[in-house]
């Protein structure tokens, strides 16, 4: 709070403005400053509530902080609710701010619009506007129907990023796909000989096991799983990860039972996705889920619509080269994060299959793009953007309605 009152003052070197101006900057100095209070307690939320959206609350009263909370899981009581169950009778006339726009609708819990109108909040900010249907604007509407002043926008881009999987899940009614790949300088996934053990340093690795913790499921291919063996788990120090739910791509149900994956020492489960006409028997927490087939294996679209009916909203791609370059090439990808690691292989296995576009002008390219050190390797990361020629995607067969209801 210093910093924003210091920056208010340091505003006065500046070309003279209207005493009105100068109270509009401090105002929004002050309500950005409280809304990344809630972006923080939002992100408690992530990989722990889906189908229903991460979400941060703060109450603040005559300038200081009186309750804090956080959706902690799918069915229990939303932000704004924990936050005024812990304000009490500190809530009457005081402000909320909110990454996400209450609801306003019966789901597994009761509208936020009513609880926020009983405990009279005085004035609501708003990070991100629901997309969702079921509310869309009909919370905030109550709520100057009631009396409560609504400010909407508030630090926009950053609330929208921390639900960018959950905008994605509720519009397209697919998961948000991530695609992690750690690569030479060269774009080797592995040696001539296949070794890929490491690529990338610890820090990295460490990093994709607190994205891993974050996400609702990790898929490999079948390649991928029968190489490398992974256990696909978030395993963080204290032993406080959460494991995502383990999806492996195996067309023809031919890997074989000794794996890993198909004896998961974990709560989360392992979900086959294969295009057999045959059954096979898993032992516990192993599932199998049968999928269309499509061009080079299970229909990727197909799997992803399954796997939106479950509730996955933010599906992370770890696969090999094949699986890389089927997701990049339906259009699936909505995030790429390449850890690039100051090695070169020489021969080795490129990190996408294929023989590749015969023309720069059909290359894909990233947007939004940024670059950061993690240890010794640079990450990059950005949206994966198609050429106008080229943007037919296969559609997502669509979940059923009550897994996108919050």
Avoid: Q
């Avoid at 005081?94 to 597994?108: I, M, N």
């Amino acid at each position: 709070m210093t910093r924003i009152l210091a920056r208010a003052r340091r505003s006065r070197a500046r070309p003279p403005r209207r005493r009105g101006e100068r109270a509009a900057l401090f105002d929004r100095a002050v309500a950005e400053f409280f809304m990344r209070l809630a972006l923080r307690e939002a992100e408690k939320g992530l990989g722990r509530t889906s189908p229903n959206p991460a979400v941060g609350a703060v109450l603040v009263r005559n300038g200081r902080v009186v309750a804090r909370g956080h959706h902690a899981r799918a069915g229990g009581p939303h932000a704004e609710v924990v936050a005024l169950r812990r304000a009490g009778a500190r809530a009457r006339g005081a402000d909320l701010y909110t990454t996400l726009e209450p609801c306003d609708h019966h789901g597994r819990t009761p509208p936020c619009s009513v609880a926020i109108l009983e405990a009279g909040v005085r004035r609501i900010y708003v990070g991100s506007r629901d997309p969702n249907p079921l509310v869309n604007g009909r919370g905030l509407a109550r709520l100057r129907r009631g009396g409560v002043e609504v400010v909407v926008g508030v630090l926009a881009p950053e609330c929208d990023a921390l639900n960018a999987h959950w905008f994605r899940f509720i519009t397209a009614r697919r998961p948000y796909v991530t695609l992690k790949a750690a690569i030479t300088l060269d774009g080797k996934l592995a040696t001539r000989t296949g070794d890929s053990r490491w690529v990338s340093g610890p820090e990295a690795r460490a990093w994709v096991h607190r994205l891993r913790d974050r996400v609702d499921a990790v898929l490999v291919g079948a390649g991928t799983a029968r190489a490398d063996d992974p256990l696909l788990t978030a395993r963080l120090p204290g032993g406080r990860g959460r494991d995502p739910i383990r999806v492996v791509l195996d067309t023809d149900l031919s890997l074989p039972p000794r794996l890993a994956l198909f004896h998961p020492h974990s709560p989360a489960p392992t979900l086959v996705a294969h295009a057999a006409g045959r059954a096979r028997r898993f032992g516990p927490g192993v599932e199998p889920v049968a999928c269309r087939r499509g061009p080079g294996g299970v229909d990727l679209g197909d799997l992803l619509g399954r796997l939106a009916a479950r509730g996955v909203t933010h599906l992370l791609v770890e696969g090999g080269a094949e699986v890389n370059a089927r997701f990049l090439e339906a259009g699936l990808v909505d995030r790429l994060a390449l850890f690039v690691a100051p090695r070169i292989a020489g021969g080795g296995r490129s990190w996408v299959a294929g023989e590749g576009v015969a023309r720069m002008a059909d290359a894909l390219r990233l947007e939004e793009v940024t670059v950061e050190r993690i240890g010794a390797d640079l990450l990059v990361t950005g949206r994966p953007v198609r050429p106008a020629a080229a943007r037919a995607r296969p559609r997502a067969a669509r979940p059923s309605v009550r897994a996108a209801v919050r």
